[in-house]
């Protein structure tokens, strides 16, 4: 279906100065791959927004391809159009637009604007088509979502505001992908939806992520897991393995690419790579 697939990478913004290094690291290792882009995270209610600018700057001065996250939760119209046009200054032509997190214990977010789709609809209104604009996809359902047909419902909004592609949060069975794209297609939702791929190197803070995200990690994998219990290098050969196959899988049903979760680590997602033969 998409002859040119689409390799890119998720950094997340450092917080202290030997995480800024380590990420500068990851970002070396990985954009001899040539990526089409390094998108970089937002944090909940925009609270690490400082750390992503000093890390698009950083990024941009390197000549890389940058995708900033943008999120509305707790952001008032005039401070998105402020960095919007920060962004468009800076010459970046894609942008991750997301709802995003509620701060923890914030209650009620408060904000403006109150979906994802309000904030692709602001971008398109006040910058037209500068941006390529990114959208966030629940292969498995957002965890928030009532159920399947209203996640999706809530996808084609975004679609029909003005999104370009997407980028669906990680998950291990290639089915529930397959699935989704069948049923985007009965709703006429054509755009590209990329696969978002996070490694396993550490089944505790997988699990952890996954069961706040709504990211099912199948039974046979979480026993695995569970069996190799502290060996790392053991963990980290079948996560390699595991994904590696997840992804053959993915481009040979015709996805339009792959967006690793990278957690500022070049690594696993490399071994991976390796496994592809990309």
Known sequence: MYSKKTFSFEL????????????????????AKQPAFFSCTYGAGGSTQHKTFDTVDWLREERLETAPHLTCISNSIENVVRILQRYADQGIQRLVALRGDRPSGSGIAIGELVHASDLVELIRDQFGDHFHIEVAAYPEMHPQAANLYADLDNFKRKVDAGANSAITQYF??????????????????QIPIVPGIMPITNYSNLARFSDNCGAEIPRWIRKQLEYYADDSASIQDFGADTVAKLCENLLASGAPG?????????????????????
């Open 12 to 31: 997340f913004p450092p917080k202290t100065e030997k995480g800024f290094a380590n990420m500068q690291a990851t970002v070396t290792a990985l954009k």
């Open 172 to 189: 291990y069975n290639v089915n529930a992908y397959e699935h989704f794209i069948e049923s985007c297609e009965k709703r006429h939702i």
């Open 258 to 278: 792959l967006h690793f979760y990278t957690m500022n680590q070049s690594s696993p997602t490399l071994r991976i790579w390796d496994r592809l033969g990309l």
